[in-house]
């Protein structure tokens, strides 16, 4: 989602994609990311090596089935590409109930995502969930109406409620993680940044409290005890971080090849906090 930002870094971020396709890892975007300059972005870096195109993540907006039709047919042809790989579904300013009606009555968009499927052009579809979706989306869930769930789920944040995250547990669901670092928050220049700039920031306090972890669990810095904590969940299928900077796409994919397990006292320990964070 980094990419884009800048158009005086065109070339950079061109850079950057092409690294991570020659690296073989998935690619997750959406049509809305900067203004549209991501997908130019990805599209260039595509065009010039159409073999290491990645499998996509892209959000889909399904408010409708005519607007999940567009996007799903506009991203292809924006991007060039003859398939998403898991179209992650996320609400409009209507939230989740158009979709939770039409799933649950066999509607247009339940025959569109099969239709979909079908041509080939999506092959998997899930929907992002969150706390506050979390109750509407649970019967959908235990009713495997979707292919997997979509989350923001790192040290610092887990978007499903307690009933929805047990039953995505209990069935084997596919989960996608979204946001690796969790805002890279509990870096100490980002976290002292964050002191000075907004104080009553309530994440500042879980940041604090989960800075001792990284040495106590044998980690080198933040990133590696989050790219571990993703490794260490059941059903995880993988976990999605963004970056512009170089430097930060080789650490990441450097411990997407290395990192290990947490142990579980501190996985413990993580989800201790952070539900005491959430309640507090």
Known sequence: ????????????????????????????????????????VLRMAFDEARSQV??????????????????VNDTLRRLGIERIELAQLVFTEDGPEPLIRDLTHDGPMADLCEELK????VGRFAPQCSANTSQALHPLVEQDRFDGAVLYLNP????ADADLWRTLQSRDTPIYALRTLAGALAIPDRLQAQMLKHPEDHRIGLARRLQPLIEESGSRDWPELCMRYAFSLPHVRTTIG???SPV?????????????????????????????????
């Open 1 to 40: 989602m980094s990419l884009g930002s800048d158009l005086r870094q065109l070339d950079e971020h061109i850079r950057i994609a092409r690294t991570a396709m020659q690296a073989g890892v998935w690619f997750h975007a959406s049509p809305t990311y900067h203004r549209g300059f991501t997908f130019m």
């Open 118 to 121: 079908l041509t080939g052009k």
């Open 242 to 244: 963004g970056t512009a």
């Open 248 to 280: 930060h796409l080789e650490r990441l994919l450097e411990l997407a090849e290395q990192a290990t397990p947490l142990p579980p006292e501190t996985l413990h320990r993580i989800d201790t906090m952070r539900s005491e964070s959430a309640a507090s």
């Open 156 to 159: 610092m944040q887990r978007d």
């Open 54 to 71: 990645p499998p996509m993540i892209i959000k889909i907006r399904c408010g409708s089935a005519p607007l999940l039709e567009f996007e």
